[in-house]
C-alpha cells in the first residue's frame, strides 16, 4: 500500500514538473522553473506564473476531486460503473455555463462564467436532493439524478437549438468538451477552496464506504450513519464535481475509469481507493492535458475529447476483464 | 442482565400491521431460535429491535446511538452482500467498525479478536483468499465470522445457516450455544426446526405478525402447535440425544 502511495505520488509530481515544461513558448525546463520559484520581470517568469502554473494547478485538482467523487460515487453505490455525473451536478453546471455563454453575461461580467456554472451545479443539487429527500436508498438518488442530468442536457440542446447566432453555438459546443487551456490563477482561486472542501467531506467516507460493502443494513447496525452519509456524499461531490465544471467544463471518464483502474491494487477497500483514485485522477488530469499540447500543439485540442478518446477503450477493456473475471 | 428488551413492540407499514403486541426480553446464556412460517414477520421483529425501521413501542436496543448500539449487538442481515472483491481478512475486520473511533486503524486487540472470529468459523485457512469468489455457504460462514468478530454480548442473524451442508450447520449452531454458554446471547431466525429443536436453549414463534408461543423448545413444538402454526404434522420426540423433530407431511 505504502509502495502505491509511492509510486502514485512520484508520477503526479512527475506529471506536474512535465505540464509545467510543456508549451508553446521555447523555454527550458531549469530555466522556466527557476523563473517561477526565483520570480523577476522577464516574459519567462510571466508565462510560468501566469499560464503555465494555473494550467498545471488545476489539472492537479480537478483531476484529483474527479478521480476522488468516482470512487466516493462507486463506493456509495456499490456500483463500479457509476460515476460523479450521475447525480446531475456536471450536467446542471454545464447548463449554468451555457446559459452565461448564451446570454452574453460570460463576456460582460468577470468570471461570469465559472460562476454561472456553480449555480446551475447548486440549483442541480438543490432539485436532486428535493426530488431524491434527505433520507432514503441510493436507488432514488440515483433515479433522481438520471432526472436532472437528462432535464439539464434537454435545457442545454434546447438553448443550442435557439442559438440565433452559430458562433455563440460554436462556443458552447467547444467550452462542453473541456478544456484547460487560457486559465487564470482567478480561476484556480474560484475551483480551489471548493474542491478542498468537498475533497476533505469525501475523504471522511472512508469508514462508511467500508462498512458499505456488507450492505446497507449490516453498515447502519455498525454504527454507520446512512443518512448523514449521503448528504456528505452529495454535498462533496456536488462542491468538487461543480468547481471542476465552471471552470474546465465537462471532462468525462476520469472519475470512472480511475477509480475501477486502481481497485485491484488497493485491495478493493473503497476506503484506501479514495485517495488512490484522488492521486490517480489528478494523473489521468494532468497527462491528458500534457497530450493535449503536444499533439496538436496548433489545433486546440481539447481535454474532454483526450479524456474520452484514451478512457472509453480503456473501460470497454476493464469491462472485458471484469467479465472473464466473472465478477 | 437484559440484552434485549422489547415492550409493546409493532411495526406498521403501508397501513399493514407486520408486527403487534410483542413484549419479551432476552437476558445472558439465551440461544433463542425465532421460527414461523413465510411472512410471519420474523425478519421485521430483528431489524425494528435493531431501529433499522420505524416501529412503535419500546426497544432497548433502537434507544440506544447508533455507535453504542454497535457494541452491544451485532448484526447479520439475510441478504448476503459482499460488494467488492476484498480479501476474507479485511472483510472480517469490518466486524470492528464500531470499536474504532474515526480514523483509527485496528488495533492489535481486533486483530486478536477477528483471529478468533476466523478460527471459530473455521476459515483461518481463508484469511487471504478473495471474499466474492468463495461459493455461497463460504461466504455465509465468512459474514457470520464478521458478526462474531464485533463481540457484542448480543449477536442477532437472520437464517444465518440457509445455504449451509449439514456439518457447517451444526457447527454454527453450536458456535452459538458455546457462545451463550460464555454468557452472551445469540438470537436467530431459521427455518430448520430440527436444528432449532435440538440447539436453540428457547424459541420465539412468530405467525401473522403476532408473538404466539415463547418459551422451551420442549414446551414450544408441540404437535397441536406445529399444526396451526407451520400446517405440518410432525414426529417429536424427548430423546436422551435432546429433542428430536422431524417435520413429516403437510396438513390438508
Known amino acids: 500500500m505504502s509502495r502505491l502511495a509511492l509510486g502514485l505520488s512520484a508520477l503526479v509530481a512527475a506529471l506536474f514538473v512535465t505540464a509545467l515544461a510543456v508549451g508553446p513558448a521555447p523555454l ?13 520581470d522577464g516574459p519567462e517568469v510571466l508565462v510560468m506564473r501566469e499560464i503555465r502554473l494555473p494550467r498545471a494547478l488545476l489539472g492537479l485538482m480537478i483531476g484529483g476531486a474527479l478521480g476522488l467523487a468516482g470512487a466516493a460515487m462507486q463506493g456509495y453505490l456499490r456500483n463500479p460503473l457509476a460515476d460523479p455525473g450521475l447525480i446531475g451536478v456536471s450536467g446542471s453546471a454545464a447548463l449554468g455555463a451555457v446559459l452565461a455563454l448564451q446570454t452574453g453575461l460570460a463576456a460582460t461580467v468577470a468570471l461570469g462564467l465559472p460562476l454561472a456554472a456553480l449555480g446551475g451545479a447548486l440549483l442541480g443539487v438543490g432539485l436532486v436532493l428535493a426530488l431524491a429527500g434527505p433520507r432514503g436508498s441510493s436507488l432514488t438518488l440515483i433515479l433522481a439524478g438520471i432526472a436532472i442530468s437528462a432535464l439539464a442536457a434537454a435545457l442545454t440542446s434546447l438553448v443550442l437549438n435557439l442559438s440565433p447566432n452559430p458562433f455563440a ?7 462542453m468538451m473541456g478544456s484547460l487551456a487560457d486559465r487564470s490563477m482567478t480561476h484556480v482561486a474560484i475551483a480551489a477552496p471548493l474542491i478542498l472542501l468537498g475533497g476533505v467531506m469525501l475523504g471522511s ?31 462533496g461531490t456536488a462542491a468538487v464535481v461543480g468547481a471542476a465544471t465552471a471552470v474546465a467544463g465537462a471532462i468525462g471518464f476520469v472519475g470512472l475509469v480511475v477509480p475501477h483502474l486502481l481497485r485491484p491494487l488497493v485491495g478493493a477497500r473503497p476506503g484506501r481507493l479514495l485517495w488512490a483514485s484522488a492521486f490517480g485522477g489528478a494523473a489521468m488530469l494532468l497527462a491528458a492535458d500534457i497530450a493535449v499540447r503536444v499533439i496538436l500543439p496548433a489545433r486546440d485540442l481539447k481535454l474532454g475529447v483526450v479524456t474520452a478518446l484514451v478512457g472509453a477503450p480503456l473501460f470497454l477493456h476493464l469491462i472485458y476483464r471484469t467479465r472473464q473475471e466473472g465478477l | 442482565m437484559t440484552l434485549l428488551a ?33 411472512g410471519a414477520g420474523k425478519t421485521t421483529l430483528m431489524r425494528a429491535a435493531l431501529g ?34 476484498v480479501d476474507v481478512q479485511t472483510l472480517v475486520t469490518l466486524g470492528r467498525t464500531p470499536h474504532l473511533s474515526p480514523g483509527q486503524r485496528p488495533k492489535p ?36 465470522a464478521r458478526a462474531l468478530a464485533q463481540e457484542t454480548p448480543l449477536l442477532m442473524a437472520d437464517e444465518p445457516i440457509a445455504g449451509l451442508d449439514p456439518a457447517h450447520q451444526i457447527a454454527t449452531m453450536k458456535i452459538f450455544g458455546a457462545l451463550a454458554s460464555e454468557g452472551k446471547s445469540v438470537m436467530v431466525s431459521l427455518h430448520d426446526l430440527g436444528l432449532a429443536a435440538r440447539h436453540c436453549t428457547r424459541l420465539i414463534v412468530l405467525d401473522q405478525g403476532g408473538l404466539v408461543a415463547d418459551g422451551a423448545p420442549q414446551e414450544v413444538l408441540t404437535a397441536a402447535r406445529v399444526r396451526e402454526t407451520f400446517a405440518i404434522n410432525a414426529f417429536v420426540q424427548d430423546t436422551p440425544d435432546g429433542l428430536i423433530f422431524q417435520p413429516l407431511d403437510v396438513v390438508t
Not at chain 1, 453555438?169 to 467550452?175: D, G, K, L, S
Not at chain 2, 399493514?16 to 425465532?34: F, Y
Open chain 1, 28 to 40: 527550458g525546463i531549469w530555466h522556466g522553473l527557476q523563473a517561477l520559484i526565483a520570480g523577476g
Open chain 1, 169 to 175: 453555438a460554436n462556443e458552447i459546443v467547444f467550452w
Open chain 1, 205 to 235: 467516507l472512508g469508514r462508511g464506504l467500508d462498512a458499505l460493502t456488507l450492505g446497507e443494513d449490516a453498515a447502519e447496525a455498525m454504527g454507520v450513519n446512512l443518512t448523514r452519509l449521503r448528504l456528505v456524499l452529495i454535498f
Open chain 2, 6 to 38: 422489547l415492550q409493546d413492540f409493532a411495526v406498521t407499514r403501508r397501513g399493514r400491521d407486520i408486527l403487534r403486541n410483542v413484549s419479551l426480553s432476552v437476558g445472558t446464556g439465551e440461544l433463542v431460535g425465532i421460527i414461523g412460517p413465510n
Open chain 2, 52 to 85: 433499522l425501521i420505524d416501529s412503535a413501542g419500546h426497544s432497548s436496543l433502537a434507544a440506544l446511538s447508533a455507535r453504542e448500539r454497535g457494541r452491544e449487538v451485532a448484526w447479520m442481515p439475510q441478504q448476503r452482500e459482499i460488494a467488492w472483491p
Open chain 2, 109 to 144: 486487540e481486533d486483530q486478536a479478536a477477528v483471529d478468533r472470529a476466523l478460527d471459530r468459523m473455521d476459515l483461518l485457512s481463508f484469511r487471504d483468499r478473495t471474499a466474492t469468489r468463495l461459493s455461497g455457504g463460504e461466504q455465509a460462514r465468512v459474514l457470520i
